[in-house]
């Protein structure tokens, strides 16, 4: 069974701690996303990588980096932590560049920023 | 513009009636595919169905369709004979085949449909 992991379900951080999601898919993808996702926003992507040590701004990339030194594993880290990156995160991988292939989602993150 | 457009919010429904969640697209790539996600109150997204840009059929699985309308970019999935277990929030969302460079190559997602379905 296909699976995309992320390492925590719940996190509570204080403002200006350094944040690190991670997130780890068994399927041997190339590409893996970050979003996040909030009530009547829908989800909108934060970044993005086709392949080891590459990575692409996605629509929301402010305060946000990413890191992907293994294939199977994508880190989203918050330098600074806001309250108003309070959110789902959810991560994603898919295989294959084009628009053909879905996309598997972890369970998803949900960070409370106090 | 926004590229993906989910004009209901939230819908109610009695169980067991059909179901047409609306979705309409918007994009100048000739090769693109279009997917339904289901986010259960659990939080997952669930795949549920996709549809190429080029195929002929309209998309189905199981008791899921896709109402593919490529001149209209209308893209609605159509849940017959709902159940209880269908209330969620469902996610249209589209792909384009070629990362332009100017923006993400993730899916780009619309607002969502909270769907209700009642006994």
């Known amino acids: 069974d296909v699976k995309v992991t992320q390492s925590s379900r719940y996190l509570v951080k204080r403002t200006g701690e350094k944040v690190f999601l991670e997130c780890v898919q068994d399927m041997d993808h190339e590409n893996m996303f970050w979003y996040r996702q909030d009530p009547g926003l829908g989800l909108r992507l934060i970044y993005f990588?086709?392949?080891?040590?590459?990575?692409e701004k996605g629509d929301i990339p402010e305060g946000y980096s990413v890191s992907r030194e293994k294939k199977e594993r994508f880190s989203l880290i918050l330098e600074s932590a806001s309250t108003n990156q309070t959110s789902m995160y959810l991560c994603?991988?898919?295989?294959?560049?084009?628009?053909?292939?879905?996309?598997?989602f972890g369970q998803g993150t949900r960070l409370t920023v106090v | 513009a926004q590229k993906i457009t989910q004009t209901q919010p939230g819908m109610f429904v009695q169980e067991k009636e059909a179901v047409t969640l609306d979705c309409t697209y918007d994009t100048s790539d000739p090769s693109y595919g279009l997917f339904w996600y289901k986010q259960p109150s659990s939080g997952e997204m669930i795949f549920l169905i996709y549809q190429g840009s080029y195929d002929q059929q309209n998309a189905t699985e199981g008791r899921y369709s896709l109402n593919f309308q490529k001149a209209r970019k209308s893209a609605n999935l159509v849940i017959s004979a709902s159940q209880l277990g269908d209330s969620a929030m469902y996610f249209c969302a589209m792909r384009e085949a070629y990362y332009s460079g100017g923006g993400a190559d993730g899916l780009t997602f619309g607002k969502g449909t909270h769907l209700i379905i009642q006994p």
């Open positions: 994603a991988s898919s295989t294959g560049p084009h628009g053909n292939t879905e996309a598997f």
């Open positions: 990588s086709y392949d080891v040590k590459m990575k």
